[in-house]
C-alpha cells in the first residue's frame, strides 16, 4: 500500500507544496479588506492569535494524520479510528469542491485582469461590475485557469503538484517583496500603514472573530483535509512539527506582506480602504495608471501575476482532495480523476458566477434571518464551506486525536522525524490546545455562528 503511494522527494517539496496551499487569494486577495473592514490590526491581532495558538496545532494533526493513514482525507480517519468518522473526511472533500467552485471563479478574473494590464487597459477597475457579468470572458478565463490547475494535478505529486509549486513559490516570494518595498516608496505610505497597523478596537465585535477566525482557518487552507491528503505523501523522516511551523509563518508572513504591500498602494490615493471584495480589482488598476504608462504596465501585470501564482498553487490542492479520494476510494486512474472532478467544479461554479449581477435570483440569493440585505450565491456558499464548516472541521479534527485516535498515537506519528518531541514544550503546548482549547472555543464560535446567522438568534 504504501509503496505504490507517491511522496514529495524531500522537506523542501512537500513545504513548497503545502505552504503554496495554504498562500493563496485568501492572503493577498482577501486578507486586506478583512483588515480594512475590522479595524486594520484589530482584525489583524485576533487573525494572528487563531493562526498559532489555535490553527498550528490542528494543522500538524492533520498531517500527521494524512501520513499515519496514508490514505487521503476522505479515507484517513477509518484506519485511525471508527468508520463513522469518515463523514467528517468527506464533508471535508465536499468543502474543497464547492470552494474551489467558487475560488476558480476568482482566479480567472485575476488572469483576466493580468491581460489587461499588460494591454494597458486600468480603465478596467472601473467597469469591474460590467466585467465579472461579461459571462463568456470570465467563463473563458475560469476554464483556462481550470485546466492550468487540472493539467499539473494530472502529473502527479511529484511531477505535478511538487514540481510547479518548487517553481511558483519563489517566484511569488520575490514579486511579493519588490511590490512591498516599491509601495512603501510612495506618498501618503505612512498613512497606510498606520491604519494597517494602529488598532481600531472600536470595530471590534463577534463578526470580525467570527470572520477572523474563518480567515485563518481558509488562509492555512485547513478543516477539510487538504494538508492531511499532502501529510499521505509525506515521508516518515521529515519533522512535521518544523515543517508545519514553517508553512504557518510562510502563510501569515505573506498575508503580513500584502498588507504592507496594498495599505501604502492605497493610501497613496487617499482612498478609503473599506471596499470590500473589489479593493484589489477595483482600487488598484486606477493606482497603476497614475504611475504612468510603462511602470503601470510593468506594476500593475507582476501584481496580477503574484495573484495567479498564488492561487494556483491553491487550487491544485484543493482539486487534488476530490481526485485523490477518487483514486484511493474508487480507484480510478489519476488521469481520468481529475478531469472529471474539474468538470463537476466548473459546473458548480457556474451559480456563482451568475450572481454577481447577471442573473437576479442567484445575485440576492438568500436573505439571513435578522439580515439586512441579501447575498449572492459566493457569499452564501462562502458563509457555508469557508467560514462555517472549516472551523467546524477543525473542531472535529481537535476531537478526534485526542479522544478517539489519541493523543499518544498522535505524538507517536510527531515524534517521527523529531525522536524528542513528545518530552517538549511544544508538545506540551500541542496536546494541551487541542483537548482544552480547540473544542471550547470552537464549538461556542460554531453554535454561535449557527444559531446567529442561519436562525437569527441574537447571541452577542
Ligand atoms: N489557503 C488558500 C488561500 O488562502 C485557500 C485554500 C483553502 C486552499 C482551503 C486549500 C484549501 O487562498
Known amino acids: 500500500m504504501a509503496a505504490s503511494r507517491s511522496t514529495f522527494t524531500n522537506k523542501f517539496g512537500f513545504i513548497a507544496a503545502a505552504a503554496g496551499s495554504a498562500v493563496g487569494l485568501g492572503n493577498i486577495w482577501k486578507f486586506p479588506f478583512e483588515v480594512g473592514k475590522g ?121 505535478g503538484i511538487e514540481k510547479a509549486s518548487k517553481i511558483l513559490m519563489p517566484v511569488l516570494i520575490a514579486i511579493i517583496l519588490v511590490l512591498t518595498v516599491y509601495a512603501m516608496t510612495l506618498d501618503g505610505a505612512l498613512d497606510g500603514i498606520t491604519f494597517y497597523l494602529v488598532p481600531d478596537f472600536t470595530k471590534l465585535n463577534l463578526n470580525v472573530i467570527y470572520r477572523a477566525l474563518g480567515q485563518s482557518f481558509f488562509s492555512l487552507s485547513l478543516g477539510l483535509g487538504a494538508l492531511m491528503t499532502y501529510g499521505s505523501y509525506l515521508s516518515r523522516k521529515e519533522n512535521i ?30 482612498i478609503e480602504p473599506e471596499g470590500g471584495a473589489g479593493l484589489i480589482f477595483m482600487t488598484m488598476p486606477g493606482i497603476f495608471e497614475s504611475m504612468g504608462p510603462t511602470l503601470g504596465i510593468a506594476v500593475g501585470s507582476l501584481f496580477f501575476l ?50 454577481n449581477g447577471y442573473s437576479e435570483y442567484f445575485t440576492k440569493f438568500i436573505t439571513y434571518v435578522g439580515a439586512e440585505q441579501p447575498v449572492n450565491f459566493m457569499d452564501f456558499v462562502t458563509d457555508v464551506a469557508s467560514n462555517t464548516l472549516l472551523p467546524f472541521g477543525g473542531l472535529m479534527v481537535s476531537i478526534f486525536s485526542i479522544y478517539i485516535w489519541k493523543r499518544r498515537k498522535l505524538f507517536r506519528e510527531l515524534s517521527h522525524g523529531y525522536p524528542e518531541f513528545p518530552r517538549t514544550f511544544i508538545a506540551r503546548y500541542i496536546g494541551f490546545t487541542l483537548q482544552y482549547i480547540c473544542p471550547p472555543v470552537l464549538g461556542a464560535i460554531f453554535i454561535i455562528t449557527i444559531l446567529e446567522i442561519f436562525f437569527g438568534v441574537k447571541i452577542i
Open 39 to 159: 479595524g486594520g490590526s484589530a482584525f489583524l491581532i485576533i487573525y494572528l492569535i487563531f493562526c498559532f495558538v489555535l490553527c498550528y496545532p490542528i494543522l500538524v494533526t492533520e498531517i500527521a494524520i494524512g501520513r499515519r493513514s496514508q490514505k487521503s482525507a476522505a479515507m484517513a480517519f477509518r484506519p485511525l479510528g471508527h468508520p463513522r468518522w469518515s463523514i467528517v473526511g468527506i464533508l471535508g472533500v465536499f468543502c474543497g469542491v464547492v470552494i474551489l467552485s467558487f475560488y476558480n471563479i476568482v482566479a480567472g478574473w485575476v488572469l483576466g485582469y493580468f491581460v489587461e494590464m499588460l494591454l494597458g487597459n486600468f480603465a478596467i477597475g472601473q467597469q469591474f461590475g460590467e466585467y465579472v457579468n461579461d459571462i463568456a470572458e470570465v467563463g473563458g478565463y475560469t476554464l483556462a485557469f481550470l485546466i492550468a490547475t487540472a493539467y499539473i494535478v494530472s502529473q502527479g505529486v511529484t511531477k
Open 241 to 270: 512539527i518544523s515543517a508545519g511551523a514553517m508553512i504557518t509563518f510562510a502563510d501569515v508572513g505573506i498575508a503580513f506582506l500584502a498588507g504592507l504591500m496594498i495599505f501604502p498602494f492605497v493610501f497613496s490615493q487617499g
Open 306 to 355: 503574484l495573484l495567479a501564482f498564488a492561487a494556483l498553487t491553491s487550487t491544485i490542492s484543493l482539486l487534488e482532495l476530490p481526485v485523490a479520494y477518487l483514486v484511493d476510494k474508487h480507484k480510478v486512474k489519476r488521469k481520468y480523476a481529475v478531469w472529471y472532478a474539474a468538470a463537476v467544479i466548473f459546473l458548480l461554479g457556474i451559480p456563482s458566477m451568475l450572481g
